[in-house]
């Protein structure tokens, strides 16, 4: 097959020589591809806009010897251009799209269900009908589960006792008070609900959760997700969580500086995490 | 492979952007073959734009002295700064003609991907230039791509509480172009910017 054609998502766009980009697409039927495209970078380029992340598009590759060539596309769903005028929903999308290119190590093996499970989380934080880090949380859950590392959440991760206390990332989930491994967070029975909810994809639950909840629920996902990664997903850092509260020109109220702010509150609560980032 | 000298300046030459081996051999021949005049005037030219240009001290670009000459320059208005990724930037838009404002180099654009936030870039520095309430015009003349579109956002969100006027480069057709070529994102784009034509 030396031509062929699928359709795909861009994850991430990098520049090569002059004027030419790598394209890494996630596709339908072929995977992960990594493509280059000729010439995309100036201002004259017939399919420059139609390669950016997040787009959804139709294309044809011609297989090289290590890299594809794209040689056309055309434009489905363009998400990046609802998501940019929105810069949470932005940066939770970055963190989505680095995500499933880091969860899916070999390219051009199938991966149809992390594919549709993209399209998925694309279209919903580009709706804007849900908080994005509830999206982002649901997605990297859902991620997980496809990749085969979902979460014990229902019952203890060791032994199966119905009645658990905390949640052990490097025991797989929630765990009992016998099984519980010292420094592991014990986090709010709602959290714990909440995951059970964004796994599920029921979003009424979700949506009448508490902020609090969310936030517990944000610092342990992010942490089971980069313990199995056994590497940092780097836009995460990058990710606004709570915006409000903040003066317009950036400053919190407790006089943290806006432009380098990170979580402290999660970083607290959670030792493992802390520990690792470190 | 050559002797040591040749080889070296071959690999050096290797590292610069574009230049492949088979460039780097072609330039290293025509380095040796060169009056040897012309050879330390290059020479020169790269050791001195080492040691000389810096920063602007105001804007970010690239300066011979303290301050650019753009930032130094009296008839250009203070009142107007346009905002653009890099220092080639600048250079784009003085060919125009048409800006006579000032500029303001963020060093790249936000790109969570990379690891690149609004820390790494001189967001900060941008703040303390509008502080003053000199300026009534802010320009975001980032990249027409997704990380120049979400480093416009950004800023806009960021000044917006200051009251300026902000605006943001057209993106459309290119001129000389052909419209059945054009993709559909900035042919939706071009209709969404159209200007009335009165004549």
């Not at chain 1, 950016?52 to 890299?67: I, K, M, N």
């Not at chain 2, 500029?103 to 003053?132: F, Q, T």
Request: charged share 25%; proline share 5%.
């Amino acid at each position: 097959m030396s031509l062929y054609r699928d359709e795909g998502v861009v994850l991430r766009t990098q520049k090569l020589g002059e004027a030419d980009r790598i394209i890494t697409i996630l596709t339908r039927r072929t995977g992960k591809v990594r493509g280059v495209a000729k010439g995309v970078r100036r201002t004259m380029s017939r399919f420059g806009a139609r390669l950016e992340p997040f787009s959804h598009v139709d294309l044809q590759l011609h297989a090289g010897r290590s890299l594809d060539v794209i040689t056309q596309v055309e434009t489905l769903r363009p998400y990046g251009e609802a998501l940019v005028t929105d810069y949470p929903r932005y940066t939770a999308g970055t963190a989505m799209l680095e995500t499933a290119d880091r969860l899916i190590m070999g390219e051009k093996e199938p991966a149809l269900r992390q594919f549709l499970l993209m399209l998925g989380g694309l279209r919903t934080l580009a709706e804007g009908t849900h908080e994005p880090r509830l999206v982002l949380d649901a997605f990297f859950l859902r991620s997980l589960a496809v990749a085969g590392y979902a979460p014990a959440l229902s019952g203890c991760a060791r032994c199966g006792a119905e009645a658990v206390r905390a949640f052990a990332i490097a025991s797989g989930g929630v765990v009992c008070g016998a099984c519980r491994p010292a420094g592991a967070a014990v986090p709010a029975a709602e959290t714990i609900a909440l995951m059970i909810a964004l796994l599920r994809g029921d979003w009424a639950a979700a949506d009448a959760s508490e902020s609090r909840h969310r936030t517990e629920c944000s610092g342990l996902v992010a942490a089971y997700l980069q313990w199995h990664l056994e590497q940092g997903i780097r836009s995460l850092r990058h990710v606004e969580r709570e915006w409000a509260g903040r003066d317009p020109v950036g400053r919190d109220p407790a006089g943290r500086d806006p432009i380098g702010w990170e979580w402290p509150e999660r970083r607290a609560s959670h030792p493992e995490e802390a520990a690792r980032t470190r | 492979m050559y002797e040591g000298v040749v080889q070296n300046l071959i690999d050096e030459l290797g590292l610069l952007p574009g230049v492949g081996p088979k460039s780097a051999q072609r330039i290293a021949f025509h380095v040796l073959a060169a009056d040897p005049a012309d050879v330390k005037r290059l020479a020169h030219a790269l050791l001195e734009v080492k040691e000389k240009v810096r920063f602007c001290r105001i804007c970010g670009n690239v300066a011979a002295e303290d301050e650019c000459r753009i930032c130094r320059d009296p008839r250009r208005d203070p009142q107007v700064i346009c905002v653009v990724e890099e220092s080639k930037d600048v250079v784009a838009i003085e060919k125009t003609r048409e800006f006579r404002g000032r500029y303001h180099v963020l060093g790249g654009a936000i790109s969570p991907i990379d690891g690149i936030g609004p820390d790494d870039l001189k967001i900060r520095e941008l703040m303390a230039r509008l502080a003053d309430g000199q300026v009534t015009e802010l320009i975001l003349a980032t990249d027409p791509n997704l990380e120049g579109e979400a480093t416009a956002t950004y800023l806009a969100r960021l000044v917006k509480p200051m009251g300026l006027k902000v605006t943001r480069l057209a993106s459309g057709l290119p001129v000389g172009g052909d419209l059945e070529y054009a993709d559909e994102v900035t042919l939706g784009r071009a209709f969404e910017g159209r200007r009335l034509l009165d004549v």
